[in-house]
């Protein structure tokens, strides 16, 4: 895809439903995955070691392999839903309110991070079917897999507002803002480029 141009501006934003009681929750305070999901990473991990009387050891390795997790869903998620180009009327209405706007308005501060009434159904998704992979293991993986959507939404919300200057921060800010404005075709990796290059999409 050809070379996009933007002018950037903390306050850019837009309108997008003539709904006041719709278009006041598409808008979300970044803080909001924090108050939400941190409480239950906590739960769901004293769940694992006071309640199931997990080790340690087992607690941290399966939360890392839900962190890991996390990082396949959202490659996945940016790849193929977020930039799936449907051909309908309904379907590109869709795909601009699911993502479309944060490409025409990357620095729209209260559309960086998912709603709550799009998360939280998922993370009931998620965790029945954690339930039925993994069993009494489920809360260890959940709160790995939650743990990497809240670093997920915070460092998304970062690389847009943050200066983020020096060493990994800055790599990592450069690597997700060469997709708005270099190329969307590659570097669908935010949190983690890891899955680009497992399935090279990494920028040419």
């Excluded at 739960?43 to 070691?49: G, N, T």
């Excluded at 959940?142 to 507002?161: I, K, Q, S």
């Excluded at 200057?165 to 690597?175: A, F």
């Amino acid at each position: 895809m050809a070379e996009r141009h933007y002018v950037s501006n903390k306050n850019e934003t837009v309108r997008m439903f003539e709904s006041d009681f719709i278009e006041f929750f598409s808008r979300v305070h970044p803080a909001i995955p924090l108050l939400l999901y941190v409480p239950v990473i906590a739960y769901m991990v004293y769940v694992s070691l006071w309640q199931q009387k997990l080790s340690i050891p087992a607690v941290t390795g399966l939360f890392l392999l839900g962190v890991l997790l996390w990082t396949l869903l959202e490659y996945l998620i940016h790849r193929y839903i977020f930039h799936y180009e449907p051909k309908t009327r309904l379907g590109k209405r869709l795909h601009y309110v699911i993502h479309g706007v944060h490409h025409d308005y990357p620095n729209d501060a209260r559309r960086l991070v998912m709603p709550p009434s799009i998360s939280v159904p998922l993370a009931f998704l998620f965790y029945g079917l954690f339930l039925l992979i993994f069993g009494h293991l489920a809360s260890s993986v959940f709160a790995g897999l939650v743990f990497g959507y809240v670093c997920y939404d915070m460092l998304h919300y970062a690389t847009h507002h943050f200066p983020m200057k020096r060493g990994l921060w800055l790599w990592l800010k450069q690597y997700h803002l060469r997709h708005h404005y270099k190329d969307d075709d590659a570097g669908f990796g935010i949190s983690s480029p890891l899955w680009d290059y497992v399935f090279r999409t990494t920028r040419k």
